[in-house]
């Protein structure tokens, strides 16, 4: 299975993005799957996880701002981004097969300017 993020850019802070990640082949629906993120000097961190039945969980500091979805029919996981603050920055990482999977994508840079 490989996966393809896009949709990253720069963006002035309250702005808006959705990442898609798109899949080739149905592993959205084997179990959990999510979007992680890594900003310079600092460790991946977890953005946003949505199980294979759809429940969801975020970091407390994207909670009401981001929203994690899945289109099962065209195997993609989007993550739409509201309110983008300049701490948003950093390179975005979709991730699928569990928690973490084994399959990642190869990464979208999303820059937020003050």
């Known amino acids: 299975v490989q996966l393809q993020a896009s949709g990253g850019g720069l963006v002035q802070a309250g702005g808006s993005l959705r990442l898609s990640c798109a899949a080739s082949?149905?592993?959205?629906?084997?179990?959990?799957n999510g979007w992680y993120r890594q900003a310079p000097g600092k460790k991946r961190e977890l953005v946003a996880l949505?199980?294979?039945?759809?429940?969801?969980e975020y970091v407390d500091s994207v909670k009401g701002r981001f929203t994690i979805s899945i289109d099962k029919a065209k195997n993609t996981m989007y993550l739409r981004m509201n309110s983008l603050k300049p701490e948003d920055t950093a390179v975005y990482y979709c991730?699928?097969?569990?928690?973490?999977?084994?399959?990642w994508g190869q990464g979208t840079q999303v820059t937020v300017s003050s």
């Open positions: 991730n699928a097969g569990g928690f973490p999977g084994k399959y």
């Open positions: 082949g149905s592993i959205f629906e084997i179990s959990a």
């Open positions: 949505i199980s294979n039945l759809g429940d969801r």
